[in-house]
């Protein structure tokens, strides 16, 4: 359902996380953009040309050779602000359909959230 609800607007998961790296870290590198997506260099380099062209995000650098400074556009935020409508009504349209995991899901979240810090993480039966 994530992947068809993104689609419309040309992005896909590894799209979406990119851009969303890209946006959180303004001025983040291709080699950090990597490491982050768990993707290689090369594929950012792939990924970014295609965003620069689509006119989503704006590759800062000075010349070749030099280290890039990544930088979402306005374009590009207007299409994260739409893929996040997308994705708050995927989540809102699952929790409806599943209120007992929904229900599970926050509970368990705040005893994570609520746990000592320096105790070891809670094991899972």
């Known amino acids: ?9 040309g992005l896909t998961t590894r799209k ?15 080699s950090e953009l990597a490491r982050r997506s768990l993707i ?10 295609a965003f ?15 280290a890039s400074t990544l930088r979402i556009t306005a374009e590009g935020d207007s299409l994260l602000a739409r893929a996040a409508e997308v994705v708050a009504g995927l989540d809102a349209e699952f929790a409806a ?4 995991l929904t ?3 926050r509970v368990h979240m705040l005893r994570v959230m609520s746990a000592p810090t320096d105790l070891h ?3 899972f039966s």
């Not at 979406?16 to 291709?30: C, D």
């Open 52 to 66: 620069v062209e689509a006119g989503v995000v704006d590759d800062g650098t000075a010349h070749a050779g030099a």
């Open 1 to 9: 359902m994530f992947t068809e609800g993104l689609k419309p607007l």
């Open 16 to 30: 979406y996380g990119l851009l969303g790296h890209i946006r959180g870290t303004p001025g983040i590198s291709f």
């Open 103 to 105: 229900e599970a899901l």
């Open 97 to 100: 359909q599943h209120p007992e």
């Open 121 to 123: 993480p809670p094991t």
């Open 40 to 49: 290689t260099v090369q594929s950012a380099h792939t990924a970014v040309a």
